[in-house]
């Protein structure tokens, strides 16, 4: 079923539908490849996602049966299955990826949490999940923590495609488009083939709105009232603003003259966490060309039911958001500041998702150990 409606007007407008989750029954039911007939082009994945796939149904108690007899551990035995099951929806992305030149057709994995601070550390698992899941349209999901930053260079130097996560601030996003730039310019000096390596910058947004909420109401004035949910459609738009500055640059000019593709923005956590806006807000206020925009499927649906009329949200607008930001500074809140608090709560909140991911999987192999049915 092509896509019609307002999802096919967002996608006329070039933004690329990506689905934001993945899990074993998706892919044995047929609903991925149903997604993608409705117009998903890539899909995301993070450690909250694989935690709630693995908790939910029966759909992987077969593996963790013959896992737990081969006496796989359990960091083995979710490496295994993550990478399978990212593996398994590469290939039914693989003729999107075909169809768009290696543009669209991604699919995303996320390097262990727990190395977000290290970055040899990150750079030895990116090699090893590229290596597992040996597809050419699957990106190596890095956290744009401080010491992220070299090892996204690295990875992309060894010519493996990025998806660059957990990013709230313009500082930190432009030290990320530098990263980006640097490991082309390294894979170039390698011997890569540019043509082949992509990378997505994911600027989460909802979660912006959702920090500066608070203080805002804390405040109480009419003024604090009336900027409610619209710090981090203002954060983003001026983020598009800096991949803009990047591609006007003389740096990137001779890369693109070698075959390079842009490091695209990704919209990530574009759910909305506060039930009073408009389920399709982060979606609507972020039209723009060349952008990917990765959601749930709740707010998937809602676009495709009530989403807007793929109008460009973003081009244009960085003068007023920049006004926005300062209209926040003026009372107190500086984005940027709250984006250290996000960045840190983002790498916890993988952590916790990694620890009962563990758990779940554990549990698993003893039941099968035990000659339980119940393997997880």
Known sequence: MAPSGPLARLIDAGVA???????????RTGNLAELVERGVVGVTTNPTIFASAIAAGDAYDAQLVELAAHGADVDTAVFTITTDDVRAAADVLRPVHERTAGVDGRVSIEVDPRLAKDTAATV?????????????????????????LPAITAVLAEGISVNVTLIFSLARYRAVLD???????????????LTTIASVASFFVSRVDAAVDPRLD????????ELRGKAAIANARLAYGVYQDVLAEDRWAALAAAGARPQRPLWASTGVKDPAYPDTLYVDELVVA??????????????????GDGTDTVTGTQDDAARLLDRLVALGIDVDDVAVDLEAEGVSKFEASWAQLLAKVSEGLQAARDGRTDAR
Do not use: C, Y
């Not at 082309?184 to 390698?190: F, G, V």
């Open 17 to 27: 539908v990506w689905l934001d989750d993945l899990s074993r029954e998706r892919l």
């Open 124 to 148: 030895a698992q990116a090699k090893a999940l590229w290596a597992a899941v040996n597809r050419p349209n699957v990106l190596i999901k890095i956290p744009a923590t401080v010491e992220g």
């Open 179 to 193: 990263a980006f730039v640097a490991g082309l310019e390294q894979a170039r000096a390698n011997g890569h083939d």
């Open 218 to 225: 804390a405040i109480g004035t009419p003024e604090a009232a």
């Open 290 to 307: 060349g952008a990917v925009n990765t959601m749930p499927e709740k707010t998937l649906d809602a676009v495709a039911d009530h989403g």
